[in-house]
């Protein structure tokens, strides 16, 4: 049973940094690719960022140059760094791990608000 447990959320003036991190329990992170996404209040899900097993990364357009995705394997985690963060970067942010089925994580809230 693949398991993800996200953290680091919370609330931060425009122009802060939050750093989120998902560790994964059941399934080995470098074996999958591993996404972030976010939900707005009234939106569905938006893709954020990936990172394949071979290590490439992907980001979406409003957050490339500010977002860093990358991975703990030693705690068989992925973070995601927050740089300059914007109140429209507001949200909840899920883990997601994409192998023999789809899985998600229960989400962590970031409000970016002054």
């Known amino acids: 049973q693949v398991q993800l447990a996200e953290s680091g959320g919370g609330l931060v003036q425009p122009g802060g940094s939050l750093r989120l991190s998902c560790v994964a329990s059941?399934?080995?992170?470098?074996?999958?690719?591993m996404r972030w996404y976010r939900q707005s209040p009234g939106h569905g899900r938006v893709w954020v960022a990936t990172?394949?097993?071979?290590?490439?990364?992907n980001y979406a357009d409003d957050v490339q140059g500010r977002f860093t995705i990358s991975r703990d394997s030693t705690k068989n985690a992925v973070n995601l760094q927050m740089n300059s963060l914007r109140p429209e970067d507001t949200g909840v942010y899920y883990c997601?791990?994409?192998?023999?089925?789809?899985?998600w994580g229960q989400g962590t809230q970031v409000t970016v608000s002054s």
């Open positions: 997601n791990l994409f192998g023999d089925a789809d899985y």
């Open positions: 990172i394949r097993p071979d290590g490439i990364t």
């Open positions: 059941g399934s080995r992170i470098t074996l999958s690719p």
